[in-house]
Every structure is written in C-alpha cells, then in structure tokens.
C-alpha cells in the first residue's frame, strides 16, 4: 500500500521559513519523479516544485529563489524548505510521486500571516 504522509504545515509571519516533510512507503522511492503542489482557496492546483528521477529540477516562477525541493532516497522522504514566505503562499500543500502512477499525500495547510 503506497503511503504519501505531509507534515511541517502551520502559521507563520510573512519573511518566515517553513520545511515540509513527506514521508513515502510501499514505493521504489528513487525511481519516482516527486513533486509539491499547492492549492489555495477557490484556485487549481499548480505546481510548486518537482525533481525529475534524472534530477532535473523545476521551480515556479513564484516561487524560485525562496523555495527549494529536495529528496532523501534513503529516507524515502521529500522535502521543501519555504523561506521568505509570504501570504500568497497561503495553500494546502500536497506532495507527489509519479512514475507510471501517480501518488498524493493527504496535505498540509500552510497559512502566512502579513
């Protein structure tokens, strides 16, 4: 059973960090090309950051040069660490793993106060 569990969500002031966890079982986690989303009230999910399986990363706009992704294959974990933050960052927060199928996490609420 593939497992995808988020957690490091919560209050914070605008220009404040955050590192979000999200801990993979029942997958070949290093085979998987992972990701974090995020999704505001009343908007589509889009795409934060992803690393590709080769490595390749990618970033949002929005977001690049204060977010950075990162895995830990051998802990079969995904991170995200948020500096600068500020309240349009204000979503769920949703991790991803993708390979053939495609797995999510259940989220975590980071709200960033101004």
């Known amino acids: 059973q593939v497992q995808l569990v988020e957690s490091g969500g919560g209050l914070v002031q605008a220009g404040g960090s955050l590192k979000l966890s999200c801990a993979t079982s029942?997958?070949?986690?290093?085979?998987?090309?992972i990701g974090w989303y995020r999704q505001a009230p009343g908007n589509q999910r889009e795409l934060v950051a992803s690393?590709?399986?080769?490595?390749?990363?990618v970033y949002a706009d929005s977001v690049k040069g204060r977010f950075t992704i990162s895995r830990v294959n051998a802990k079969n974990t995904i991170y995200l660490q948020m500096n600068s933050l500020r309240p349009e960052d204000t979503a769920v927060y949703y991790c991803?793993?993708?390979?053939?199928?495609?797995?999510w996490g259940q989220g975590t609420q980071v709200t960033v106060s101004s």
């Open positions: 029942g997958i070949f986690f290093s085979m998987y090309d």
């Open positions: 690393i590709r399986n080769g490595g390749t990363t």
């Open positions: 991803n793993v993708k390979r053939i199928n495609s797995y």
